[in-house]
Protein backbone atom coordinates (compact mmCIF):
# COMPACT_ATOMS: atom_id res chain seq x y z
CA UNK A 1 0.00 0.00 0.00
CA UNK A 2 0.76 3.55 -0.49
CA UNK A 3 2.24 5.39 2.87
CA UNK A 4 0.14 4.43 5.94
CA UNK A 5 -2.21 6.99 7.36
CA UNK A 6 0.08 6.72 10.29
CA UNK A 7 3.12 8.06 9.06
CA UNK A 8 4.63 8.80 12.62
CA UNK A 9 5.41 4.70 12.88
CA UNK A 10 7.74 4.97 10.09
CA UNK A 11 11.32 4.74 11.70
CA UNK A 12 12.72 7.31 9.72
CA UNK A 13 10.04 9.69 10.40
CA UNK A 14 11.81 11.63 13.17
CA UNK A 15 14.73 11.86 11.17
CA UNK A 16 13.19 13.79 8.21
CA UNK A 17 11.36 15.89 9.84
CA UNK A 18 13.10 16.96 13.28
CA UNK A 19 10.49 15.27 15.69
CA UNK A 20 8.22 18.49 15.13
CA UNK A 21 4.25 16.75 15.59
CA UNK A 22 2.81 19.31 12.81
CA UNK A 23 5.91 19.65 10.49
CA UNK A 24 3.67 17.85 7.97
CA UNK A 25 1.67 21.57 7.60
CA UNK A 26 4.11 22.92 5.82
CA UNK A 27 4.04 20.25 2.73
CA UNK A 28 0.33 21.66 1.76
CA UNK A 29 -1.90 19.83 -0.78
CA UNK A 30 1.33 17.24 -2.09
CA UNK A 31 4.29 14.83 -0.96
CA UNK A 32 7.58 15.12 -1.74
CA UNK A 33 9.99 12.99 -2.74
CA UNK A 34 14.20 12.87 -3.16
CA UNK A 35 16.86 11.06 -4.42
CA UNK A 36 19.91 10.27 -6.39
CA UNK A 37 21.14 9.57 -9.44
CA UNK A 38 23.98 8.44 -11.29
CA UNK A 39 25.56 7.05 -14.58
CA UNK A 40 27.55 7.38 -17.61
CA UNK A 41 27.23 10.26 -19.80
CA UNK A 42 27.98 10.15 -23.86
CA UNK A 43 29.42 13.67 -24.43
CA UNK A 44 28.10 14.28 -28.69
CA UNK A 45 31.07 16.99 -29.50
CA UNK A 46 33.13 18.39 -32.25
CA UNK A 47 35.75 16.12 -30.68
CA UNK A 48 35.63 13.03 -32.91
CA UNK A 49 34.16 11.82 -36.20
CA UNK A 50 30.40 12.09 -36.61
CA UNK A 51 28.44 8.89 -36.22
CA UNK A 52 31.35 7.35 -35.30
CA UNK A 53 30.97 4.11 -33.00
CA UNK A 54 34.40 4.65 -31.53
CA UNK A 55 33.98 8.61 -31.05
CA UNK A 56 30.80 7.65 -29.02
CA UNK A 57 31.89 5.17 -26.95
CA UNK A 58 35.63 6.73 -26.01
CA UNK A 59 33.85 10.54 -25.45
CA UNK A 60 32.56 9.48 -21.86
CA UNK A 61 31.88 10.29 -18.68
CA UNK A 62 29.88 10.02 -15.25
CA UNK A 63 27.44 11.71 -14.39
CA UNK A 64 25.85 12.02 -10.41
CA UNK A 65 22.79 14.00 -9.44
CA UNK A 66 20.14 15.25 -6.86
CA UNK A 67 16.30 14.89 -7.77
CA UNK A 68 13.18 16.28 -6.21
CA UNK A 69 9.97 15.45 -7.21
CA UNK A 70 6.10 16.80 -6.18
CA UNK A 71 3.80 14.42 -5.92
CA UNK A 72 0.08 15.83 -6.85
CA UNK A 73 -1.39 12.49 -6.09
CA UNK A 74 -0.82 12.19 -2.54
CA UNK A 75 -1.38 14.92 0.55
CA UNK A 76 1.49 14.86 3.12
CA UNK A 77 -0.53 17.13 5.72
CA UNK A 78 -3.35 14.31 6.16
CA UNK A 79 -1.54 11.67 4.67
CA UNK A 80 -4.26 10.77 2.39
CA UNK A 81 -5.04 11.08 -1.68
CA UNK A 82 -5.58 14.66 -2.85
CA UNK A 83 -8.99 14.40 -5.26
CA UNK A 84 -8.41 12.24 -8.82
CA UNK A 85 -7.58 14.31 -11.37
CA UNK A 86 -6.29 13.50 -14.62
CA UNK A 87 -3.34 15.56 -13.75
CA UNK A 88 -2.13 14.77 -9.79
CA UNK A 89 -2.53 11.26 -11.15
CA UNK A 90 -0.21 11.11 -14.13
CA UNK A 91 2.31 13.93 -13.54
CA UNK A 92 5.16 14.76 -10.90
CA UNK A 93 7.42 17.83 -11.19
CA UNK A 94 10.69 16.96 -10.96
CA UNK A 95 13.81 19.56 -10.17
CA UNK A 96 17.11 18.48 -10.10
CA UNK A 97 21.24 19.62 -9.71
CA UNK A 98 23.82 17.38 -11.47
CA UNK A 99 27.60 17.22 -12.19
CA UNK A 100 28.29 15.60 -14.90
CA UNK A 101 32.69 15.36 -16.41
CA UNK A 102 34.08 13.67 -19.24
CA UNK A 103 37.57 13.54 -21.15
CA UNK A 104 37.97 14.04 -24.83
CA UNK A 105 39.37 12.81 -27.47
CA UNK A 106 39.64 12.90 -31.27
CA UNK A 107 38.56 9.37 -32.26
CA UNK A 108 37.78 7.96 -36.21
CA UNK A 109 39.32 7.43 -39.37
CA UNK A 110 41.68 10.95 -39.44
CA UNK A 111 43.47 9.97 -35.99
CA UNK A 112 43.91 6.59 -37.61
CA UNK A 113 47.64 5.01 -36.70
CA UNK A 114 47.84 4.41 -40.54
CA UNK A 115 47.56 8.22 -40.86
CA UNK A 116 51.57 9.68 -41.11
CA UNK A 117 50.82 13.29 -41.99
CA UNK A 118 51.39 16.43 -39.42
CA UNK A 119 47.44 17.15 -38.84
CA UNK A 120 47.12 13.27 -37.95
CA UNK A 121 49.42 13.86 -35.35
CA UNK A 122 47.83 17.20 -34.37
CA UNK A 123 44.26 15.50 -34.01
CA UNK A 124 45.93 12.62 -32.01
CA UNK A 125 47.53 14.92 -29.57
CA UNK A 126 44.63 17.06 -28.92
CA UNK A 127 42.79 16.51 -25.93
CA UNK A 128 40.19 18.12 -23.61
CA UNK A 129 37.29 17.97 -20.97
CA UNK A 130 34.55 19.29 -19.65
CA UNK A 131 32.74 19.60 -16.45
CA UNK A 132 29.18 20.86 -16.34
CA UNK A 133 27.23 22.31 -13.26
CA UNK A 134 22.92 21.94 -13.88
CA UNK A 135 19.95 22.74 -12.35
CA UNK A 136 16.65 23.01 -13.49
CA UNK A 137 13.37 21.32 -13.59
CA UNK A 138 11.00 18.46 -16.04
CA UNK A 139 7.71 18.02 -15.93
CA UNK A 140 7.33 14.05 -16.12
CA UNK A 141 4.31 12.48 -17.43
CA UNK A 142 3.32 8.99 -16.33
CA UNK A 143 0.92 7.34 -19.01
CA UNK A 144 -0.24 4.43 -16.02
CA UNK A 145 -2.03 5.80 -13.08
CA UNK A 146 0.28 6.91 -10.42
CA UNK A 147 -2.42 5.87 -7.79
CA UNK A 148 -2.11 2.47 -8.96
CA UNK A 149 1.90 2.03 -9.15
CA UNK A 150 2.09 3.24 -5.40
CA UNK A 151 -0.36 0.74 -3.88
CA UNK A 152 1.84 -2.38 -5.47
CA UNK A 153 5.34 -3.03 -4.27
CA UNK A 154 7.44 -4.80 -7.44
CA UNK A 155 4.67 -2.82 -9.90
CA UNK A 156 6.64 -0.41 -12.75
CA UNK A 157 5.72 3.19 -13.55
CA UNK A 158 7.29 4.49 -16.90
CA UNK A 159 7.73 8.21 -17.69
CA UNK A 160 8.78 10.55 -20.00
CA UNK A 161 9.63 14.38 -19.26
CA UNK A 162 10.35 17.14 -20.49
CA UNK A 163 12.18 20.40 -19.23
CA UNK A 164 14.93 22.69 -19.25
CA UNK A 165 17.92 23.26 -17.15
CA UNK A 166 20.72 26.70 -16.66
CA UNK A 167 24.21 25.16 -16.90
CA UNK A 168 27.60 26.18 -15.69
CA UNK A 169 30.34 25.11 -17.65
CA UNK A 170 34.25 24.53 -17.40
CA UNK A 171 35.97 23.57 -20.87
CA UNK A 172 39.70 22.60 -21.10
CA UNK A 173 41.67 22.22 -24.48
CA UNK A 174 45.05 21.34 -24.68
CA UNK A 175 47.58 19.50 -26.91
CA UNK A 176 51.14 17.08 -25.73
CA UNK A 177 52.26 18.77 -28.76
CA UNK A 178 52.72 22.11 -26.98
CA UNK A 179 50.09 25.40 -26.08
CA UNK A 180 47.56 25.35 -28.81
CA UNK A 181 47.48 28.44 -31.62
CA UNK A 182 50.63 27.51 -33.86
CA UNK A 183 50.40 25.53 -36.49
CA UNK A 184 53.41 23.09 -35.36
CA UNK A 185 50.67 21.94 -33.17
CA UNK A 186 47.06 23.01 -33.53
CA UNK A 187 45.02 21.41 -36.54
CA UNK A 188 44.24 23.87 -39.18
CA UNK A 189 40.30 24.38 -38.50
CA UNK A 190 40.93 25.09 -34.91
CA UNK A 191 42.83 27.85 -36.02
CA UNK A 192 40.08 29.96 -37.82
CA UNK A 193 38.55 32.83 -35.65
CA UNK A 194 34.80 31.68 -34.54
CA UNK A 195 32.23 33.58 -32.85
CA UNK A 196 34.14 36.58 -31.86
CA UNK A 197 37.26 34.75 -30.48
CA UNK A 198 40.20 34.11 -31.99
CA UNK A 199 40.39 30.48 -32.64
CA UNK A 200 38.27 27.76 -33.06
CA UNK A 201 39.03 26.57 -29.56
CA UNK A 202 38.87 27.45 -25.90
CA UNK A 203 39.67 27.01 -22.15
CA UNK A 204 36.94 29.10 -20.63
CA UNK A 205 33.97 28.59 -18.04
CA UNK A 206 30.65 30.07 -18.81
CA UNK A 207 26.73 29.44 -18.66
CA UNK A 208 24.51 28.08 -20.89
CA UNK A 209 20.13 27.32 -21.40
CA UNK A 210 19.77 23.60 -22.53
CA UNK A 211 16.68 21.36 -23.01
CA UNK A 212 16.36 18.32 -21.50
CA UNK A 213 14.39 14.99 -22.36
CA UNK A 214 14.04 11.42 -20.94
CA UNK A 215 12.19 8.35 -20.70
CA UNK A 216 12.72 5.78 -18.15
CA UNK A 217 10.65 3.75 -15.30
CA UNK A 218 10.30 3.39 -12.18
CA UNK A 219 10.23 -0.24 -10.20
CA UNK A 220 8.13 -0.15 -6.78
CA UNK A 221 10.89 -1.19 -3.81
CA UNK A 222 8.87 -0.89 -1.25
CA UNK A 223 5.64 1.43 -0.11
CA UNK A 224 8.21 4.43 0.45
CA UNK A 225 11.23 3.63 -1.98
CA UNK A 226 11.58 3.17 -6.03
CA UNK A 227 14.08 2.40 -8.26
CA UNK A 228 14.57 4.51 -11.26
CA UNK A 229 16.37 4.09 -15.08
CA UNK A 230 16.09 6.81 -17.16
CA UNK A 231 17.82 7.80 -20.23
CA UNK A 232 18.35 11.44 -21.04
CA UNK A 233 19.19 13.73 -24.13
CA UNK A 234 20.52 16.86 -23.40
CA UNK A 235 20.70 19.65 -25.82
CA UNK A 236 23.08 22.71 -25.39
CA UNK A 237 22.14 26.34 -26.83
CA UNK A 238 25.97 27.01 -27.37
CA UNK A 239 28.67 25.14 -29.24
CA UNK A 240 31.53 26.06 -26.50
CA UNK A 241 30.28 23.60 -23.82
CA UNK A 242 32.93 20.94 -25.33
CA UNK A 243 36.01 23.84 -25.59
CA UNK A 244 35.82 23.46 -29.18
CA UNK A 245 33.98 25.63 -31.95
CA UNK A 246 35.42 25.58 -35.72
CA UNK A 247 33.77 27.98 -37.78
CA UNK A 248 30.41 26.83 -39.19
CA UNK A 249 30.52 28.76 -42.13
CA UNK A 250 32.97 27.43 -43.42
CA UNK A 251 33.49 23.79 -41.64
CA UNK A 252 29.77 22.71 -42.34
CA UNK A 253 30.06 19.44 -40.12
CA UNK A 254 30.56 21.21 -36.86
CA UNK A 255 27.39 23.44 -37.15
CA UNK A 256 25.49 21.36 -34.50
CA UNK A 257 25.36 22.58 -30.83
CA UNK A 258 27.03 20.53 -28.27
CA UNK A 259 24.45 17.81 -26.63
CA UNK A 260 24.87 14.79 -24.55
CA UNK A 261 23.24 11.37 -23.79
CA UNK A 262 22.81 10.57 -20.03
CA UNK A 263 21.91 6.93 -18.78
CA UNK A 264 21.23 6.62 -14.43
CA UNK A 265 20.14 4.29 -12.08
CA UNK A 266 18.38 6.38 -9.38
CA UNK A 267 17.11 5.94 -5.78
CA UNK A 268 13.95 7.36 -5.01
CA UNK A 269 12.40 8.04 -0.92
CA UNK A 270 9.19 8.77 -0.26
CA UNK A 271 8.96 11.68 2.41
Known sequence: MYPPNDQTNNPAYPFFFGFLP???AQ????????????????????????????TNSGNTGIGIGIIHY???SYKADCSCYTPETYFNNHF???SELSYNKTHLKHFGEWVAPEKPSLEADQLRAMTGSTAVTNIGMQLEYFPWSIRDFSSQTGSLGPFISLGGQFSYYNAK?????????????????YLT???????????????????VSSVGTRYKLSPLSDLMVDLR??????????GLNPNPEIYKENKANDWLVWFNVGYIYYL
Open 173 to 189: ASSSLGPLGTPLTTFPK
Open 193 to 211: PTDGRPYGFSSESGSVWSV
Open 27 to 54: FGGFSHEIGVVVGPVAFQSDYGERNDLS
Open 233 to 242: MQYYFSNWVD
Open 92 to 94: KLR
Open 22 to 24: HSN
Open 70 to 72: LNF
